[in-house]
């Protein structure tokens, strides 16, 4: 069993910074590959980024390519989303999500992976 905890959101001007951690219960956590997906009102929940049970390997949704960084942490169980760069549209609640070890999986679909946080929101004002 994992559990992963958000942290990090806030009420930010377009144009700024926010970083995200989730931090992950259990002694396993570099077993699992990591991923982030936000959820904005009204719409349905959509991948942003995700990196290998290592950190060698990061995969990023189009529309945050190069404004979001992910990274991880496994000696602290950790894992974090900077964001630089933030626009209106960004604004959205944050899941990390947890995918115990396969070969290979879908990383952007939702039903692929095995825990989630409960979620941070992400406000960007205009």
């Known amino acids: 069993q994992v559990q992963l905890v958000e942290s990090g959101g806030g009420l930010v001007q377009a144009g700024g910074s926010l970083r995200l951690s989730c931090a992950a219960s259990g002694r396993t956590f570099s077993s699992y590959a990591m991923s982030w997906f936000r959820q904005a009102p009204g719409k349905e929940r959509e991948f942003v980024t995700s990196?290998?049970?290592?950190?060698?390997?990061?995969w990023y949704a189009d529309s945050v390519k190069g404004r979001f960084t992910i990274s991880r942490d496994n000696g602290k169980n950790t894992m974090y989303l900077q964001m630089n760069s933030l626009k209106p549209e960004d604004t959205a609640v944050y899941y990390c999500a947890a995918k115990f070890y396969v070969r290979s999986f879908s990383r952007s679909q939702m039903n692929e992976y095995d825990y989630w946080g409960q979620g941070t929101q992400v406000t960007v004002s205009s």
């Open positions: 990196i290998s049970r290592d950190g060698s390997s990061t």
